[in-house]
T-cell receptor, first 115, second 113 residues
Framework: DGGITQSPKYLFRKEGQNVTLSCEQN?????MYWYRQDPGQGLRLIYY???????QKGDIAEGYSVSREKKESFPLTVTSAQKNPTAFYLC??????????????FGPGTRLTVL | SQQGEEDPQALSIQEGENATMNCSYK?????LQWYRQNSGRGLVHLIL?????REKHSGRLRVTLDTSKKSSSLLITASRAADTASYFC?????????????FGKGTLLTVNP
């Protein structure tokens, strides 16, 4: 089956810890994205990558880091510098190619809670 | 900043009624997209309308686009309880040399059986 997966579904973190959220896609998409969603709010872009080994900061990149070493993988690390990390995190991918933004395909999300 | 803004924030209707949600944006676009999100799940793409299109249909969905007013509407006809979800509009904007989507805060639609 083709798709985009995220793990874990639920994640609990103690204050001061770094945690890494996994995002994998087998759609052969060039572009991948990470969003944060707070209750009753829309999506805010954290980081995005249009091609392997390249990524750009989104609107709220502070306290987060990413890597894009493989086309199918785009892990997000929530560092201890992120002061309010409790949120629902969504990963997405699209065909990409650098042209006008195309349809994005979303994973099921990871709910991160700081204890 | 968010460019797509949906209206209303919440909408509650009875099964069988039509539901209309609106979206306004600020800059010129080449397309506008609508997505759906069930509670606690990822988003699902519904429909994309290009800037040179005025109306587009997909099943029970009808999307209109008025570029002069910088607005779009999503109409769901003959609603069902399963249509209960949040609906988001999104429009592309440039992030450096690449495009990214900016999402609104969404309309929460509740369809009562």
């Amino acid at each position: 089956d083709g798709g985009i997966t995220q793990s874990p579904k639920y994640l609990f973190r103690k204050e001061g810890q770094n945690v890494t959220l996994s995002c994998e896609q087998n759609l052969n998409h060039d572009a991948m994205y990470w969003y944060r969603q707070d209750p009753g709010q829309g999506l805010r872009l954290i980081y995005y990558s249009q091609i392997v080994n390249d990524f750009q900061k989104g609107d709220i990149a502070e306290g987060y880091s990413v890597s894009r070493e493989k086309k199918e993988s785009f892990p997000l690390t929530v560092t201890s510098a992120q002061k309010n990390p409790t949120a629902f995190y969504l990963c997405a991918s699209s065909i990409g190619g650098g042209g006008a933004a195309d349809t994005q395909y979303f994973g099921p999300g990871t709910r991160l809670t700081v204890l | 900043s968010q460019q797509g803004e949906e209206d209303p924030q919440a909408l509650s209707i009875q099964e069988g009624e039509n539901a209309t949600m609106n979206c306004s944006y600020k800059t010129s676009i080449n397309n506008l997209q609508w997505y759906r999100q069930n509670s606690g799940r990822g988003l699902v793409h519904l429909i994309l309308i290009r800037s040179n299109e005025r109306e587009k249909h997909s099943g029970r969905l009808r999307v209109t686009l008025d570029t002069s007013k910088k607005s779009s509407s999503l109409l769901i006809t003959a609603s069902r309880a399963a249509d209960t979800a949040s609906y988001f509009c999104a429009n592309p904007n440039r992030g450096g040399s690449n495009y990214k989507l900016t999402f609104g805060k969404g309309t929460l639609l509740t369809v009562n059986p």
